[in-house]
């Protein structure tokens, strides 16, 4: 597990830490979390009291083979530039996921790269792979 942190001091009554990891569910891919925390020192006032903990976290786009053949799959990283936008092989079958936070273009060819298709489509999506006039999401 690869772990980034940075804190950055906004004010004396405030802090704001900021880590970057991952974290993986048996086979399914590591999907990308990023955590943000705030603490922030209140008032006793109740008008000026605010959360102590904030907690942000990436989407993901899911994609599935669900054809007979093996293909590559491509994810755009517009909404995400530290992600990977490589082809990636992926067999009948098989499922991964991408950490994004936006809309993305997914995109499959087959081995020859005689034949490509795709969707543009939104985070917290599930694009099924049928063949490629059939991509579903």
Known sequence: MALRVAAQEKSPASI????ATSISFGAIAA??????LSLIAST?????????LKLNTMGS???VNA?????????SKYSNSGGDD????????????WGRNGWELVA??????TNRGGVYTRVDT???FHDFNNITH
């Not at 704001?16 to 880590?19: D, F, G, K, P, V």
């Not at 490589?86 to 996921?97: A, K, M």
């Open 16 to 19: 704001t830490l900021r880590i």
């Open 108 to 113: 499959f060819k087959n081995a020859g790269d």
């Open 126 to 128: 599930t694009v099924t």
């Open 67 to 75: 054809s007979n053949q093996t293909v590559s799959c491509f994810v």
């Open 44 to 52: 006793s006032h109740k008008d000026h009291q605010q959360p102590l």
């Open 61 to 63: 786009i899911i994609v």
């Open 86 to 97: 490589s082809w990636f092989t992926l067999s009948p079958g098989q499922r991964d996921s």
């Open 31 to 36: 999907i990308p979390v990023d955590i943000v």
